[in-house]
């Protein structure tokens, strides 16, 4: 017998969707609060999130259909 849980692809869909875009939320955040609060942020912590991975993340979540 097998174990485990099957879901539908839409379903996997909107999970990963919610995942991308809880994730651009945090960088977002993360961003704000070091440019507008001064919060600490590793230099390349800041560039590879402002310059690659929020860019990224964007272009994915345009691509399940969805805008960021």
Do not use: C, F
């Amino acid at each position: 017998m097998a174990k485990g849980l099957e879901i539908d692809w839409e379903t996997a869909d909107k999970i990963t969707l919610a995942s991308l875009k809880d994730q651009l939320a945090y960088l977002k955040r993360e961003i704000k609060n070091h440019e507008k609060r001064g919060a600490w942020m590793h230099p390349e912590d800041y560039h590879k999130s402002k310059v690659d991975l929020i860019p990224a993340l964007k272009l994915i979540i345009h691509h399940y259909g969805d805008s960021a």
